[in-house]
């Protein structure tokens, strides 16, 4: 792995982003690798597409690596994403963020926490009441849909009795 980290279109966003396409992307770097944004600080990511091919040693995202309390709404990523340590098909790591309206549809792959949505899940909330993943995670320590490592108990995960997504471990 490159040694280079927040590492994506937009290195570090702490402002609002929307209506972007982003198809092809071939990002590579060592930790908060996203196509989109690396590092999303308090910002918004709205409507945000993006295909392609993200690799990342430690938190890395098919839009966004590392999201930290902000919003990711309405948006999406397809193509490959893998790394070693909080890999998601959206979203790598969701820290006191907002997640909703959003998909994945491509594959990823990683050794722990690693999820098709998003990789690790702490203190963020995630709806999936309109969010949707189109493909399964192949890893360790937490190959579902939406992987969940919750050091606090405070995270969030809404998840509609008819959806048939069944969330394990807290």
Same mark, same amino acid.
């Given at each position: 792995?490159?040694?280079?980290?927040?590492?994506?279109?937009?290195?570090?966003?702490?402002?609002?982003?929307?209506?972007?396409?982003?198809?092809?992307?071939?990002?590579? %770097?060592?930790?908060? /690798? #996203?196509?989109? !944004? @690396?590092? $999303?600080?308090? +910002? =918004? *990511?709205?409507?945000?597409? &993006?295909?392609?091919?993200?690799?990342?040693?430690?938190?890395?995202?098919?839009?966004?690596?590392?999201?930290?309390?902000?919003?990711?709404?309405?948006?999406?990523?397809?193509?490959?994403?893998?790394?070693?340590?909080?890999?998601?098909?959206?979203?790598?790591?969701?820290?006191?963020?907002?997640?909703?309206?959003?998909?994945?549809?491509?594959?990823?792959? %990683?050794?722990?926490? /690693? #999820?098709?949505? !998003? @990789?690790? $899940?702490?203190? +963020? =909330? *995630?709806?999936?009441?309109? &969010?949707?993943?189109?493909?399964?995670?192949?890893?360790?320590?937490?190959?579902?849909?939406?992987?969940?490592?919750?050091?606090?108990?405070?995270?969030?995960?809404?998840?509609?009795?008819?959806?048939?997504?069944?969330?394990?471990?807290?």
């Amino acid at each position: 792995f490159p040694s280079h980290d927040n590492t994506g279109l937009f290195g570090v966003s702490y402002g609002s982003i929307s209506n972007l396409i982003l198809r092809n992307a071939n990002v590579t %770097g060592r930790s908060n /690798v #996203g196509a989109m !944004v @690396g590092v $999303n600080d308090g +910002g =918004s *990511v709205t409507s945000g597409d &993006s295909t392609g091919s993200v690799s990342g040693m430690y938190s890395a995202g098919g839009l966004v690596s590392a999201h930290f309390t902000g919003s990711v709404s309405s948006s999406k990523s397809s193509g490959a994403v893998s790394g070693m340590y909080a890999v998601g098909g959206l979203v790598g790591i969701n820290e006191h963020g907002s997640i909703d309206s959003s998909e994945s549809s491509g594959s990823v792959s %990683g050794m722990y926490a /690693v #999820g098709g949505l !998003v @990789g690790s $899940n702490y203190s +963020g =909330s *995630v709806s999936l009441s309109n &969010s949707f993943v189109l493909s399964a995670p192949i890893g360790f320590g937490g190959d579902e849909i939406i992987a969940l490592r919750s050091g606090d108990g405070s995270s969030q995960v809404t998840v509609p009795p008819s959806s048939g997504y069944v969330v394990i471990g807290k």
